[in-house]
């Protein structure tokens, strides 16, 4: 018989061997053949296989067999539970929680705790689990003092001999966080299918949100307040910071950039952290020969990993081995100390900081990256990054396989750990700070999603004040979903996405072989692939269309142009017949983006004149300045067209300091023209109007 079939007949004979379930000898209480029928019935459910390691009787379930290919925060303890470590929970109870988890496992459409049914893998239901089990261990352990061991064995034969009350004292008690995946274990344990086939009874009925739990991330108002992805503002800081820590890190070490966009940034605002610590090729070696040598490493087993070798690293005292920490390090200047390993730290924070954001992969599968084999190119020559999808791959893998877009940006930052890796000497790709031995570099393995989320947190400390940094609910998945935000900002008109990621859609739309225009690429399509629950209704995209309709439609928002006082009035007169009627703003603006309220975004603007002739001379909105309120009554400029006024402030900057910067060979097409000076004179004006605007909207601007 199947496990639906035998879990299906433990309710009519539970009495007789439940209360006996400890002692291993099945007592007949009333008639012989009932019990002789309950002993085979437990003896068959004792046997199944729950893994291709264990069976039910077992006290260790172990997942992780070592013939599947698992992810790198479920292998391991992820994968496996001991039922032992729970030693407060008697025989019964405990049969009765292994029968839920595999129900779960086995039958999880039985159960009918969802709409639709749904599969969970085996460290799904562990997490669940090991998150609901501590629970009742606790409640257990505290009944047992409370009543003493003997009543407790034969007072308590089921979950559902715990009382309302019990619940109550214990919520108050229990130090780990009440969290979604409590509820679910609960929610499984509650189950019809539960009731009917294996429990005793219902468990108590408690509102379990409503408790007085020490830590109840359901209803904690201030945890739901708080971000689960990067505001536009804080995802601009934050991806500078990372491009320009990673492309002045290759340009001290003179290596080849492949984000000349960053380059040009970095060159025009002297931004020179690699300076101030010191680093250069040679200083890098000898760091490099340090951590190593610390670690084990011959001289000959350190040489290919170093960009020169000097015959001064050799000691004179150790044939094969280069000198000590205090001597190598006097034949460089640069100080090798903390403080320069916090800027390496910092690097390789950045870096990985760039591939999480810029790829939206999981941390899974950033996990699986090789160092040295992650970059190949697609049949279009597209640079792409390979790991493996675990999650979902019948719906990811039609999108992206096993690779992903690899923009200029995520192959520096590659590159940048890939020298970091020198002294790691660790084969993985995104992976702490520390050097592996030289005989333990087969037993190495890259950061988990708990060390993944350490070093991405560590960057965002550095890089935010403390006040944004705490208005994130944030995770390793937070990059991930702003990167669906970003894309669905773009699907609904907002002109924020940066360069890279505007490469991207370039990018991916060739990866995809569909042939469409890089300004019409769908954004929002592939931003549904990067978060759970995606389509329309998905927060990302509600909260990117709702936060568009804000930008240009609050009456009470900043806006710059002549005609911004007549825009807001507008706004005004429609905001009032529904704010008289008791509606506030807040009510308006979610109706709006529930009903796609249209609002048409023509570039840097929005325009309201009547002009309808798209190659009227005589309007300043022809060419690159269009929508220009510092030239036309008729343009409005909001919060949302800033991003793209910055990227004329930045481009023309860009494109202005390599005029004069080489007047001996400037731009070939203009200097052989001669409009050098007009083409000067029109970047100076484009630049000076980008800052009007932004100044007018309150932005910094900056490179």
């Known amino acids: 018989m199947n496990f639906e079939t035998l879990v299906r007949k433990i309710k009519s004979v539970r009495h007789h061997f439940l209360r006996h379930l400890g002692s291993e000898i099945i007592t007949t209480v009333a008639h012989s053949e009932s019990g002789l029928n309950a002993l085979s019935l437990m003896n068959a459910l004792m046997d199944l296989p729950v893994s291709k390691k264990s069976r039910v009787k077992d006290s260790v379930w172990d997942f992780d067999d070592g013939t599947t290919a698992l992810a790198r925060d479920i292998q391991g303890a992820k994968s496996r539970i001991d039922f032992a470590a729970y030693t407060s929970l008697n025989a019964t109870i405990l049969f009765e929680i292994k029968m839920a988890m595999l129900c779960a496992l086995e039958i999880p459409g039985a159960l009918r705790i969802r709409a639709s049914p749904k599969s969970y893998k085996p460290h799904t239901i562990l997490d669940i689990f090991k998150s609901t089990i501590p629970f009742f261990e606790q409640m257990s352990e505290r009944k047992r003092l409370e009543q003493g061991e003997d009543f407790f064995e034969n007072s308590f034969f089921s979950l559902s001999d715990f009382t309302e009350n019990d619940y109550e004292i214990e919520a108050r008690l229990f130090k780990r966080s009440f969290r979604s995946t409590t509820m679910q274990g609960f929610n499984i344990l509650r189950s019809d299918f539960m009731l009917e086939n294996v429990l005793a009874g219902p468990l108590a009925h408690v509102e379990l949100e409503s408790l007085s739990w020490q830590s109840n991330r359901l209803n904690n108002k201030e945890t739901r307040k708080k971000l689960k992805w990067l505001p536009n503002k804080v995802f601009e800081k934050c991806t500078r910071a990372a491009s320009f820590a990673v492309v002045d890190f290759l340009k001290a070490l003179q290596e080849n950039i492949a984000d000349t966009e960053t380059l040009n940034r970095v060159n025009l605002t002297s931004y020179e952290e690699a300076k101030k610590v010191k680093l250069t090729r040679r200083s890098y070696d000898i760091y490099v020969s340090v951590r190593m040598g610390s670690r084990g490493y011959s001289g000959r087993q350190i040489i290919p990993f170093l960009y020169k070798m000097d015959q001064n690293y050799w000691s004179p005292l150790m044939p094969g081995q280069f000198k000590d920490k205090e001597a190598i390090t006097k034949l460089t200047n640069t100080q090798l100390n903390n403080d320069f390993y916090e800027y390496i730290t910092h690097i390789n924070n950045s870096a ?17 990256c090789l160092a040295e084999d992650c970059l190949t190119r697609d049949v279009f020559g597209h640079w792409l990054i390979v790991s493996t999808v675990f999650k979902g791959r019948e719906a990811y893998g039609n999108l992206f396989e096993d690779k992903w877009v690899a923009i200029p940006a995520v192959l520096d930052a590659v590159k940048a750990l890939r020298i970091l890796n020198r002294f790691k000497q660790n084969p993985f790709l995104i992976t702490n700070m520390n050097t592996i031995k030289p005989s333990k570099q087969e037993e190495a393995n890259s950061v988990s999603g708990c060390g993944l989320g350490h070093q991405l947190q560590a960057f965002l400390m550095k890089v935010l004040t403390l006040e944004e940094f705490e208005s994130l609910d944030f995770s390793p998945y937070t990059l991930r979903h702003s990167l669906a935000n970003q894309m669905f900002r773009a699907a609904v008109g907002l002109p924020f996405i940066s360069y890279q990621l505007k490469h991207f859609g370039h990018l991916v739309s060739k990866v995809e072989q569909r042939h469409r225009k890089t300004v019409t690429v769908d954004y929002g ?73 249209a609002v048409i975004n023509v570039g840097q603007g929005y325009c309201y004149g009547g002009a309808s002739e798209e190659h009227d001379a005589s309007l300043p909105c022809i060419g690159s300045l269009r929508c220009n309120p510092n030239r036309c009554k008729n343009a409005v400029v909001t919060e949302a067209n800033a991003p793209k006024w910055l990227e004329v402030y930045i481009q023309n900057s860009l494109a202005l300091k390599k005029i004069e910067g080489d007047s001996t060979e400037p731009y070939p097409d203009l200097r052989a023209s001669g409009e050098v000076a007009d083409s000067i004179a029109q970047l100076k004006l484009a630049i000076s109007e980008a800052e009007g605007v932004l100044r007018k909207l309150g932005r910094e601007v900056s490179i």
């Open 352 to 368: 990985i900081y760039t591939i999480t954001q810029y790829t939206g992969m999981r941390p899974s599968e950033l996990a699986g």
């Open 525 to 597: 399509g592939i931003g549904d692939a990067l978060v759970s629950g995606g389509g329309r209704d998905a927060p990302a995209r509600v909260d990117a269309e709702r936060e568009f309709i804000v930008n240009a439609c609050d009456p009470d928002g900043g806006y710059a142009g002549d005609n911004a006082d007549a825009h807001r009035s507008r706004l005004a007169a429609y905001f009032k017949g529904y704010l008289e009627a008791g509606y506030s703003k807040d009510e308006i603006f979610d109706r709006m983006a529930e009903m796609n309220f």
